[in-house]
């Protein structure tokens, strides 16, 4: 099992509404390598929050979005995308903003990275 950190510009698509609606995030997959059972930390980027605030898992690989409504923008349907379950209490602390990120060797320009074991302790441990 790998983790990962995805970035979730809530201008685009409201990852907040559908994660706490649904308890589902949708991904298109582009060059992503994340196979079921991989944990995944959500960085949501907006003037209020811009930090990592979901641990999701991967639950399908080959998933039909579902989350239209949630759109901001045109909505393009996927039928073959990431599927993230949320599997921890959001996380509402101070920390885990793009300063932490970048003292913990991950870029805060990233959008998407495999993290190291170190780097997968450490945010894991923010949702325990």
Not at 32 to 50: A, C, P, R, T
Request: charged content about 30%; glycine content about 6%.
């Amino acid at each position: 099992m790998n983790s990962y950190i995805l970035i979730g510009i809530e201008s685009f698509i409201d990852h907040i509404g559908s994660i706490r609606d649904l308890g589902i995030a949708y991904w298109k997959k582009a060059n992503k390598k994340m196979q079921v059972g991989d944990i995944v930390y959500l960085f949501i980027s907006d003037k209020e929050h811009n930090r990592v605030m979901y641990k999701l898992q991967v639950v399908e690989t080959d998933s039909v979005r579902a989350d239209m409504k949630y759109w901001h923008g045109t909505y393009k349907h996927d039928t073959s995308c990431f599927k993230l379950k949320n599997i921890a209490p959001v996380y509402h602390g101070d920390g885990l903003d793009r300063d932490e990120l970048e003292e913990h060797g991950i870029s805060r320009y990233v959008q998407y990275k495999r993290l190291t074991i170190d780097q997968a302790e450490w945010l894991s441990s923010h949702f325990e």
